[in-house]
Every structure is written in structure tokens, then in C-alpha cells.
């Protein structure tokens, strides 16, 4: 490193080459057949539960994506807003990340519809028939939580931001061909309308997709929540897919440097993640009220309790203790280590949002049952669990690498290019 | 008071300073040091400059406080005083978070701030003797030791030929 490295900018084109694909299609075989033999090593007595964990592995797994696929679009429209440099270099590995959003959005879509209108509720209590006429605390909910109301925001939410993500993408690479500016200006100005409605509706979208699982409980703090764990689930995937393909010989100047930063960005939004996990646990703890107690019930004191802590090992130490110092945030396989632990651990996470209220069995409303919610113990993570796990991340893999392969590497034309070519955080 | 004799040039622009550093200790010559009114990429690299240890500092003054934080609470709510707030257990881990985590900071940020000002030798009532006071605004100066057997004019040749637009020698004291 010194100013008189040579920077060549050139038109790179990642090339999706067979044993990359067979690896991605031999993922998602394996994941099918584990998923159907989770499935069918149930009982058929127990198809009720059986029925719901199967919506609720595609749900999480659907979700989890589809967060991390519009995080990484969210991540490129603030550096473009903050006017940032650095991250010129790796940008085309979030935008072909945010190529998933439509699959993702439509998988959430999909499940969701099937509960609200064929399933009579399935995994979300409060869609089942007459429970919002005959829940008391529910009753209050109905003007937001209603079938028609719900079914739009879940059409319209995801809509605008897959629009904006293919906008963004589009005058990305239109500016590869034309160069000059204009493209710049029109991904700044974008950009700002984007991020302001997000922000809004990705509040709203979390209510509706998660919180109303719970849907007795509530925090205030559950979308900040949720958006710090895709967004630093964003950033992990960045930094190994960047290592990927620098490790095989892409991507000529992305140096340690802008791995160095993803690290840190890693590590900062660990914290992050942590600092708002704990501030919705201590309040909640502390205050010790029945029915916000009820969220932690299951997770703390019952049969959730592994997953529980293994959440906090996974998202918090692992990064929080090997991504404390500079060297190893600047090497390659402590960070492949770090960045699947993280990876692992915030599945885990969406997995601890949804499962212990969208596996519980709807019952009567008596005088010792005020919310007719009857508890279904852990069913733990199975073939199941682990099948859908690895047929999304196959598909996800296959439909972000053949993005990859639509545009060069990093913008040739951008105006920061240079400046993200000689970034340097110094010694 | 250790004294030194300095040959200082002085130059306009950060891309010849980085150059003209590069040069010079090519050429042999113990550079001092290079001031700079703002941060000039790879001079630090080129200066052969070690990393600072405050990052060592700041880790041992977070645990610091972490520990202080803790021994504070532990000690009034376990030994000293214990108190039955809506029946919770008096030692509890999950309670200590906040206050061993804004300690933590408060601790790191202080003892950072005050390391760099020691190390810097930066207190109340000491006029800083600044090399040129147009390091300050937008003139870049490289300070470079003259020993006894230095050749002061080829030195000075030196400076100017990698770009100076003036060459003065000073002493400055440490």
C-alpha cells in the first residue's frame, strides 16, 4: 500500500461456473429431502402441529432472507445518502444481495395469505375464526388488525421497496455504459424517498409480519429490534461474499482496507443488536408485568431456553470478543469463522421470534386462559428446521450469484471509484 | 532540556510531501517528524510509523470500570445494604448490565482522553512550541534531525529538488 500502487479499474464479470451452481443445487436437494423427512416422521394425529411448523420454518426462513436482501439495499441507499466512498468498491455485492427481495417478499406473501384466507389463522392466533370478536385485549387491536387492512400493507410494503431496489440497481449499472453523473443524482434522490418510507413501513411490516404472531404482546422497540438483526446479518453476508470472491480472484481493489470496515460494521452493529436485545429484555424483565412476561415465558424459563442463550453467544460474544481486534477482522478464515457463527446466530434469532408463538394451539378464552393461547412445548431444531435452512440458502445463493453475473464487479464509472480504490484506514 | 538542531522544508502540497518523505529517507536522512494540517494517506505507512497502543489502553481501561461497576454494585446491594425491590433476587446479573456498561464507557472515554493528552505532554499552562505556525492552516513541514556528520547542504539541496518552497533551520527544543 502506497500511493504508487497502480489502481486499475477494469470491467470484471464474475463468471457463475458449474461447480458453483451443482453446489447450490446439491444444498437445496439435500435441504428438500431433509425438510420432507421432518415432515413426514411426524405423526398423523399431530397434523395440526405439523401443519404449523411447517408455516413456520418457511416463514422464518422467507423472513430471514427477505430482511437480509432489503437490508443490503437499505445499506447501499445510505452510503449513497451519506455520500460515502469507501463502500463504492463492494457495492455491487449488496446490490445483487437485494436481487432476492421479490422471491423472499413472495414466499412471506404466500404464507401469509394461505393463513388468512385457507387456513383459518394457521400460525397467527388472532386470524383464526372469532378470536377478535371474543378477545377482550385483541378487541381493541381491530382497527389495525384486520384481514383486509393486513393483506394490503403486505402487498404494498415490500412493492415499493423491490421497486426502489431495481431502481437503484438500474441506474447503477446505467451508469457503467453512460458514466457522468446523472445516474448518481437520480440513485441520491431515489434514495431519500426510499429511505424515508422505509423506515416507516418497515415499523409496520414487522408488526405485521412478527409481532402479530404475539399478537397480546407488544414492545416498542421490537422494529429497531428486527432491523438490527437483518441489517448486521447484511453486513456478515457482504463480508463473506466478498472473501469469496476475493479468494477467487475477483474484485482487484477491494483491498483488507474495505474488509476491514465491513468488519468493523460487523462488530459495531453486534453491539448494536445486543444493546437493543437487552433493552427490550431489562424493561420487560424489570417491570415484571404478567402479560409482557408472557413473551419471555417460553424463551427464558421454559422449553426454549438453549436457543435462548445460544442467541446471545452466537450474535454477541463470538463477535463481540474475535472481532475486538484489527488483525482479525482482516483475516480471512477467523472472519468465514465469525461471519457464519453471526449468520447461524441470527437465524437462530428470526427462528426465537417466531416458532414459541406461532407453534402454540388456539383454545378456549376461560377465566384461567384469558388469551384461549394453550402452550406447545419446543419441537427443537430438526430435520426440518435445518432442511428449509439449507433450500433457502441454496436458492438464495443461486438467484445472488447468477445477479452477480449480470453487471461488472464494482461500478467502473462511479464517481468514488478512485477514492474507494485508495481507501486506507491507516496503520 | 534536550535540544535539537532541525533543518525544516517547508511544502504546499500533501501528494510532493508524501514524495519528497519518501525520498528523503531513501536518501538516509532521520526525519523527525512530518506535520500536516489534516490526515495525508499513506504517510504513516511511508514514515514507517507503529501502530498506537491507546486501543491496548482503552481495553484496560474499559475492564477497569467494568470491574469498578460491578464491585460497587455487588458490594452496596449484596453486602452492604440489601434491599427487596418487587421481590428480585439482590445479586442479579441482568440488573448490573446498565450501569457496568455506561461505566465501561465513561471509564475508556476518560482514560483515553487523558492518555493522549499525557502522552502529547499537553497540559493547563503550557505554550506549545508549534515547528511552524503555518503547519496550522495549509503549509506541510518535514523536520528533519541534523547529527554531526549530517551534510547539511546536500540536505538542504535535497528538499528543495523534491519540491520545497522554502528550507529553514531551527532549533526545538523537546
Not at chain 1, 153 to 158: D, E
Not at chain 1, 328 to 346: A, P, Y
Not at chain 2, 32 to 61: E, I, N, Q
Request: charged share 15%; aromatic share 18%.
Amino acid at each position: 500500500m502506497g500511493h504508487h500502487t497502480e489502481v486499475q479499474i477494469r470491467e470484471e464479470k464474475f463468471i457463475f461456473t458449474g461447480k458453483a451452481k451443482r453446489f447450490t443445487f446439491i444444498l437445496m436437494g439435500i435441504g428438500l429431502l431433509l425438510a420432507m423427512l421432518g415432515y413426514f416422521t411426524y405423526h398423523p394425529s399431530e397434523h395440526e402441529l405439523v401443519l404449523k411448523r411447517l408455516l413456520a420454518n418457511i416463514l422464518v426462513d422467507g423472513y430471514f432472507f427477505f430482511i437480509i436482501a432489503t437490508c443490503a439495499i437499505v445499506f447501499v441507499a445510505i452510503s449513497q445518502l451519506s455520500n460515502a466512498g469507501w463502500y463504492v468498491a463492494v457495492r455491487r455485492v449488496p446490490e445483487a444481495i437485494s436481487e432476492f427481495m421479490p422471491y423472499g417478499a413472495a414466499i412471506v406473501l404466500v404464507i401469509v395469505t394461505l393463513c388468512l384466507f385457507f387456513l383459518h389463522g394457521g400460525i397467527y392466533h388472532w386470524m383464526h375464526d372469532g378470536v377478535m370478536e371474543t378477545d377482550p385485549t385483541l378487541m381493541k387491536k381491530t382497527w389495525y388488525l384486520n384481514k383486509p387492512f393486513f393483506f394490503i400493507r403486505i402487498v404494498l410494503f415490500p412493492a415499493f421497496w423491490i421497486w426502489s431496489a431495481m431502481m437503484i440497481r438500474k441506474y447503477s449499472r446505467n451508469e457503467d455504459i453512460v458514466g457522468g453523473i446523472v445516474n448518481f443524482d437520480k440513485q441520491f434522490k431515489l434514495s431519500a424517498a426510499f429511505m424515508i418510507v422505509f423506515a416507516f413501513t418497515f415499523s409496520m411490516f414487522v408488526w405485521d409480519i412478527m409481532m402479530s404472531i404475539d399478537a397480546h404482546w407488544y414492545s416498542t422497540i421490537y422494529t429497531i429490534y428486527n432491523f438490527a438483526t437483518g441489517w448486521v446479518s447484511a453486513f456478515t453476508l457482504i463480508y463473506l461474499m466478498v472473501w469469496y470472491l476475493r479468494s477467487n480472484g475477483y474484485l482487484n481493489i477491494v483491498t483488507d482496507e474495505h474488509m476491514h470496515d465491513l468488519g468493523k460494521f460487523m462488530f459495531a452493529f453486534s453491539v448494536f443488536w445486543t444493546y437493543m436485545w437487552v433493552a427490550q429484555f431489562l424493561l420487560i424483565w424489570y417491570a415484571n408485568i404478567p402479560e409482557e412476561v408472557a413473551y419471555y415465558d417460553h424463551r427464558l424459563w421454559g422449553s426454549y431456553k438453549f436457543y435462548f442463550y445460544f442467541n446471545l453467544v452466537m450474535n454477541f460474544a463470538v463477535p463481540f470478543f474475535f472481532f475486538m481486534k484489527r488483525s482479525f477482522k482482516r483475516n480471512r478464515n477467523i472472519g468465514m469463522f465469525v461471519g457464519t457463527c453471526m449468520l447461524i446466530g441470527h437465524w437462530n434469532d428470526v427462528y426465537l421470534l417466531v416458532m414459541p408463538g406461532a407453534m402454540n394451539l388456539a383454545g378456549q378464552i376461560t377465566e384461567h386462559n384469558p388469551t384461549g393461547i394453550i402452550d406447545t412445548p419446543a419441537q427443537g431444531v430438526g430435520f426440518m428446521e435445518i432442511g428449509f435452512l439449507a433450500l433457502f440458502a441454496g436458492a438464495f445463493l443461486y438467484v445472488v450469484l447468477n445477479a452477480l453475473t449480470k453487471a461488472n464487479l464494482y461500478p467502473t464509472k462511479h464517481p468514488y471509484i478512485m477514492e474507494s480504490a485508495l481507501h486506507d484506514t491507516g496503520i | 532540556m534536550d535540544s535539537n538542531k532541525l533543518l525544516l522544508g517547508v511544502y504546499d502540497n500533501p501528494d510532493t510531501v508524501l514524495e519528497a518523505t519518501e525520498n528523503l529517507i531513501k536518501g538516509g536522512y532521520d526525519i523527525k517528524d512530518v506535520y500536516t494540517p489534516f490526515a495525508v494517506h499513506g504517510l504513516d505507512r511511508v514514515m514507517g510509523v507503529k501502530r498506537t497502543r491507546l486501543s491496548t489502553a482503552a481495553f484496560v481501561f474499559a475492564m477497569l470500570g467494568i470491574a469498578s461497576a460491578l464491585s460497587l454494585m455487588i458490594y452496596t446491594s449484596v453486602f452492604d445494604w440489601q434491599m427487596n425491590i418487587g421481590g428480585k433476587p439482590s445479586f442479579h446479573i441482568p440488573t448490573y448490565i446498565p450501569i457496568t456498561f455506561e461505566l465501561g464507557i465513561l471509564f475508556t472515554a476518560f482514560g483515553m482522553v487523558s492518555c493522549f493528552f499525557i502522552v502529547n505532554k499537553m497540559f493547563w499552562g503550557r505554550n506549545t512550541d508549534v515547528i511552524d505556525i503555518r503547519v496550522t492552516d495549509d503549509m506541510f513541514v518535514i523536520a528533519v534531525n541534523i547529527h554531526g556528520q549530517t551534510d547539511v547542504k546536500a540536505l538542504e539541496n535535497s528538499l528543495i529538488s523534491n519540491g520545497a518552497i522554502e528550507v529553514k533551520e531551527r532549533i526545538y527544543e523537546i
